[in-house]
């Protein structure tokens, strides 16, 4: 009875053994999928990665001999990830072309232009006036002092010209719908159209409330018109490059002056 237990034991053990090799041949194998697994994934990743900068690089390259605008480029880049193009019919396909058009941009660009020459003289106007006086030139302390009505044509520009940024965003919102916000310069545009037709509501109310007319919220509206010149550095693609050269090179210029400083310093401490 011995024999027969002890052979039990045996290959009870034996089975034990190569259970557990097989357990760790299993575990093996797991990490070996795993390993290769991962490498696949980082691989894809490489090869995405790839194709997109290919993508990019002819993207540009053909933007440039369509001759499209330089911020046309960038919103025709950032909308082509959710909006395809090539499934507008009708009149919105031909809106797209009229947006995406380096003409309507240089068109744009002469209207802030000119809208910045009107506030301009709208500022000037404004600053020539005695104080104490009001828009219509009334309540001047000096009565001796010449006082001179803005023009109205002023007024009447700056509606236009409003007239005309509203009409720009609601195009690209008809055509590219809500996914126009992915664009960082259509919510720039947004933001500022919104507070000219706030700044015009206040003004409004600002006729009949001088203490609302002195508000700073006010001066800071009228102030953010002059904020559309930002665009004119997209229009023009050279000017744009020198911008973000000088916004690259920030960090460099700020050590170089920290090490002249230094520099200074040391040389007027060893000097007195």
Not at 10 to 23: D, G, I, P
Not at 66 to 86: H, M, Q, Y
Not at 228 to 250: D, K, T
Request: charge should be neutral; glycine fraction near 4%; include cysteine.
């Amino acid at each position: 009875m011995a024999a027969p237990l002890c052979v039990k034991k045996s290959m009870s053990f034996k089975t034990e053994v190569q259970r557990l090799q097989a357990e760790e041949y299993s575990e093996e194998e797991e990490g070996g999928t795993d390993v290769l697994l991962d490498l696949s994934e980082e691989k894809r990743k490489r090869e995405e990665a790839e194709r997109k900068r290919i993508s990019q690089v002819e993207f540009q390259h053909r933007m440039e001999e369509e001759g499209v605008g330089n911020r046309a480029a960038n919103f025709r880049r950032v909308l082509t990830s959710k909006v395809d193009p090539s499934h507008f019919t009708g009149v919105r396909l031909q809106l797209h072309r009229l947006l995406t058009w380096w003409v309507f941009d240089t068109v744009i660009g002469m209207v802030i232009v000119f809208n910045a020459v009107t506030i301009g003289l709208e500022t000037q106007a404004k600053a020539a006036k005695p104080f104490g006086c009001d828009m219509d030139c009334n309540g001047c302390l000096d009565p001796l002092a010449k006082c001179t009505t803005i023009p109205a044509w002023l007024d009447t520009c700056d509606t236009a010209f409003l007239v005309v940024y509203t009409i720009e965003i609601s195009l690209r919102f008809y055509v590219y719908g809500i996914f126009a916000l992915r664009s960082n310069w259509i919510k720039f545009d947004l933001f500022l159209v919104s507070t000219s037709f706030l700044d015009k509501i206040l003004k409004e109310f600002a006729v009949k409330n001088d203490i609302l007319a002195q508000l700073m919220l006010v001066r800071m509206l009228r102030l953010a018109r002059l904020a559309r010149a930002i665009r004119l550095m997209v229009q023009f693609r050279v000017l744009w490059q020198l911008v973000q050269g000088l916004m690259h090179s920030m960090g460099t210029l700020i050590w170089t002056f920290l090490l002249l400083m230094i520099m200074m310093y040391v040389f007027a401490i060893v000097g007195m």
